[in-house]
């Protein structure tokens, strides 16, 4: 249901930016530069699950609209938001939540510019990040030949996720290292801006990397290939995998807001890339998305999360379910 009310949207929204609609975030062209704007929203019953502090609340409504802004290569350069509160609210909570925004804006630097607040049925924070580039990194822009790459490891998100979910005995190691993503994810702003320069394409993983590649595949008209063993997933993960039995490449490729760029690049280019990552594929010409396991080379599933489906918290499109 969510992409179809994108798409429903789409055919009335005639007028547009000099980049077209689709993307990690909007831009505009000043001059010899680009002014990147993206807006995000959290909303309390969808997106904060009951162990998450408010200050971690706040921090991650502005980390979830930076990462976009990364994504696109750009230095972010302003934060801007609207409040909706609900009239039963806890101020000390809301306080804590004030508190998070103001620390994310410390440590990404970032100045707020404008907020607005108002009466809703339940805490909502609509964020907005602006960022400035010479050179935008778009998701259209991967090319045959390229490498795929991502930063960081993944799965750790969703891990998490079920550890609190199903409260899942592990150990107080394991918890904190899952949490640490699930509650206190980190845009890879710096990451962006040093990938403008040589990236070819670039999208942040916050609906899970099986469906960051399959929009990279389809926008840039490509096929793009992943070699499972080389995905970067912690022990942990699959410690958690095990306890469940679940699948741990799924459960990687299914986890959203992990914040990490995943990006293509030239082979050639690699040696000069000053970013920590691991290459994990490959561009070729074609369609579609397809991922190796034990030499077996098959179409990869389109796993993630998507909103508007039935159930608390929205739905992990997996193939575990």
């Not at 990147?36 to 991650?60: C, I, S, Y």
């Not at 990236?199 to 469906?211: E, P, R």
């Not at 960051?212 to 595949?217: Q, S």
Request: proline share 4%; with cysteine.
């Amino acid at each position: 249901m969510e992409r179809e009310i994108i798409e429903l949207f789409r055919r009335h929204l005639k007028l547009q930016g000099d980049l077209p609609l689709g993307d990690d975030a909007g831009a505009i062209k000043f001059g010899d530069e680009w002014l990147v704007a993206t807006n995000d929203m959290l909303v309390r019953r969808t997106d904060v699950p009951d162990v998450m502090t408010p200050e971690q609340v706040g921090f991650k409504a502005v980390t979830m609209n930076v990462s976009d802004v990364a994504a696109m290569g750009a230095r972010p350069v302003g934060f801007l938001f609207s409040l909706g509160v609900p009239q039963d609210i806890d101020m000390d909570y809301l306080e804590g939540v004030a508190k998070g925004i103001g620390n994310a804006l410390e440590f990404y630097n970032l100045p707020v510019l404008s907020a607005d607040t108002n009466e809703a049925d339940d805490l909502i924070i609509d964020g907005i990040a602006l960022g400035r580039t010479e050179r935008l990194l778009t998701r259209s822009g991967a090319r045959p030949g390229d490498l795929v790459c991502i930063t960081g490891d993944i799965g750790r998100a969703l891990a998490g996720l079920l550890v609190w979910k199903h409260g899942l005995d592990v150990s107080k190691k394991t918890k904190e290292t899952l949490y640490e993503k699930l509650l206190e994810p980190m845009a890879r702003v710096s990451e962006g801006i040093e990938l403008s320069g040589l990236a070819n394409a670039a999208i942040d993983v916050s609906d899970g990397l099986s469906k960051e590649l399959h929009l990279l595949a389809r926008m840039s008209g490509v096929r793009i290939e992943v070699e499972a063993q080389k995905l970067p997933i912690r022990d942990e993960v699959r410690a958690v995998a095990q306890v469940m039995g679940l699948n741990s490449i799924e459960m990687a490729l299914a986890s959203g807001e992990e914040f990490e760029l995943v990006f293509t690049i030239p082979e050639s280019l690699l040696d000069e890339c000053p970013v920590r990552c691991t290459v994990i594929g490959r561009v070729l010409k074609g369609a579609g998305v397809y991922i190796t396991i034990n030499e077996k080379r098959q179409e990869m599933p389109v796993l993630g999360w998507e909103h508007l489906n039935k159930g608390v918290k929205g739905t992990y499109r997996t193939m575990f379910r």
